[in-house]
């Protein structure tokens, strides 16, 4: 594989992470009903950060078997 195929998918698994991450909700007090309700009331977000939680592991799943 060459390196700059490399990079670019290391720097798309680190993005969907960030973006896992971010859109995560963390709604005070950190309870899992509360965790759970904010994914009910926003499901188009529960939904993108799946996908990216997702995309994460077929991007590393890639460099692995890169290396």
């Known amino acids: 594989m060459y390196p700059i195929k490399i990079f670019v ?3 798309a698994a680190f993005f969907c992470e960030y973006l896992t991450i ?3 909700p963390t709604p005070e007090p950190y309870t899992l009903s509360n965790i759970l309700a ?3 009331i ?3 977000v529960f939904i993108a950060m799946t ?3 997702l995309l994460v592991f077929l991007f590393s799943r890639t460099l ?4």
């Open 42 to 44: 926003n499901p188009i």
């Open 38 to 40: 904010q994914f009910i």
């Open 22 to 24: 971010r859109w995560f």
């Open 51 to 53: 996908i990216m939680f």
């Open 64 to 67: 692995s078997v890169t290396f």
């Open 9 to 11: 998918i290391a720097f």
